[in-house]
């Protein structure tokens, strides 16, 4: 075919292709001693021995005095592992998601230490540091191999097997971000240990909310568990994140949409004004504590709109009380339902698309909200946290 003949013809040609991908998840007790070698079985090379880089989250090293020896021990002793530099502390929590500087540091630093595609970043912390140096990862040479070292209740129960990765801007959460699959993930229950109780508690509220999503049984789990694991009952509660995770990981490999390319995202769930909120409180709630918030609302609403058993809706209130989880903010007002929803339709794309729950395990896709319902929600919730005083027993 000659050039002339390409000028002109008119073509269009479309590829179906798939990527075979893989999550590598592991679970462990002791990553950073006995199980190190899971650790290291994570470290493939080919050619040469593997260029490691190590972030940690301010808040676990400051908690935890012998890890970041314990960690320094096992990578020297390794004798095959090649670190770039010494591990890197960071902040924790969401502001450094919200510091551009911050971000800007993290790029700086794997440039300097020279990694390259089949380099390692090791991420040990919270969802927040975890979605940041994931994020920087997944840009820098368009992918780094990163592995991530969850270290909250929070991001071992869903975070941790996430596809996602983020930083804020614009004031808004997650605006810039990607869709990466990390090389590897370690559960290590060890790395709980020096979690804060706010912390520890606030993670289930995920949990609860993909029970509620995907398992009559996993519901009940964790109903029955709820006081136990407020008091940090470590068999309770690894149960509970292990089952979570699981339904996460069997979601986004099974579900047949792990980069959300379909309007509808299940996983998102009372996610529309946790978001809002975390923002409208500065970030002064966790992210935890506003999806347990978020839950309460759209539990609350999807009975007044959507037939949800209102024994569920008392069961799933009381889960949350019984984690020591909130279920109403004072910011839990207009702004919230007016630019939350507006907020979550861009992140979105298109038409508004929530998730609401007919009944546990089974939901329905909404493109509308009755406002005056969802008002009707908002001042019930109100209501029961002033019967119970409940804003007084947080922090
Ligand atoms: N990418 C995703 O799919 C996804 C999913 C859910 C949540 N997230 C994001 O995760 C973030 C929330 O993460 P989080 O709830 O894990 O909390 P976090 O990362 O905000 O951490 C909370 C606090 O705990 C400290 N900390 C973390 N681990 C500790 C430990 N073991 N011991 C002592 N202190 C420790 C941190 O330094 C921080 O101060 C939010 O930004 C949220 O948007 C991302
Ligand atoms: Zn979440």
Redesign the pocket.
């Known amino acids: 075919m000659g050039p002339m003949e390409i000028l002109t013809t008119s073509k269009s040609i479309n590829v179906d292709f798939h990527v075979p991908l893989r999550h590598q998840l592991r679970f462990t007790n002791d990553c950073f001693g006995a199980d190190w070698s899971v650790v290291e079985s994570l470290l493939e090379s080919e050619h040469s021995d593997p260029r490691v880089q190590v972030w940690i ?4 090293v400051a ?2 005095s012998s890890l970041l020896f314990r960690l320094n021990e096992c990578l020297s002793r390794s004798g095959r592992i090649q670190l770039t530099s010494p591990p890197h502390e960071i902040a ?3 502001q450094i ?1 919200a510091s551009p500087d911050l971000v800007e540091e993290i790029f700086a630093t794997m440039n300097r230490d020279g990694l390259d595609r089949r380099s390692y970043v090791l991420v040990i ?7 940041a140096v994931g994020y920087a990862a997944a840009i820098a040479h368009r992918g780094i191999r990163l592995i991530r070292f ?3 209740t ?2 071992q129960a ?2 941790g097997v ?1 596809v ?3 930083v804020n801007a614009f004031g808004k ?2 605006w810039k971000g990607t869709f990466a699959v990390p090389w590897g993930v370690v559960n290590d229950s060890s ?2 240990e ?3 109780d706010r ?1 520890f508690r ?2 289930f509220s ?1 949990a609860l909310k993909v029970s509620l999503l995907k398992s009559e049984s996993a519901f009940e789990e964790l109903y029955n568990a709820a006081s136990e694991i407020s008091q940090r009952d470590m068999l309770k509660s690894l149960k509970v994140i292990q089952s979570s995770v699981m339904m996460h990981l069997h979601h986004i490999t099974q579900g047949g949409d792990p980069f959300e390319a379909n309007e509808a995202r299940p996983l998102d769930f009372g996610h529309w004004s946790a978001h809002k909120l975390e923002s409208l409180c500065d970030y002064q709630i ?3 504590e506003a999806v347990a918030i978020g839950v309460a609302l759209d539990v609350v609403y999807s009975s007044l709109a959507h037939g949800l058993d209102t024994e569920v809706v008392s069961r799933a209130l009381e889960t949350l009380d019984r984690l020591g989880l909130p279920t109403y903010h004072e910011q839990l007002e207009e702004r919230v339902l007016f630019e939350g929803l507006e907020e979550f339709r861009q992140h979105l794309g298109g038409r508004l698309t929530l998730t609401m729950l007919k009944a546990i395990g089974e939901m329905t896709q909404v493109h509308e909200i009755d406002y005056a319902k969802m008002r009707q929600a908002i001042a019930y919730l109100k209501d029961r946290s002033k019967r119970s005083g409940q804003e007084d027993h947080h922090e």
């Open positions: 989250d301010h808040g676990v908690s935890s924790g929590g969401e998601k912390g919270g969802g927040a540091v975890l979605d969850p270290t909250t929070l991001a869903d975070s996430g996602k990765n983020a959460k997650n790395l709980l020096c979690l804060s912390d606030s993670g995920e966790r992210h935890g």
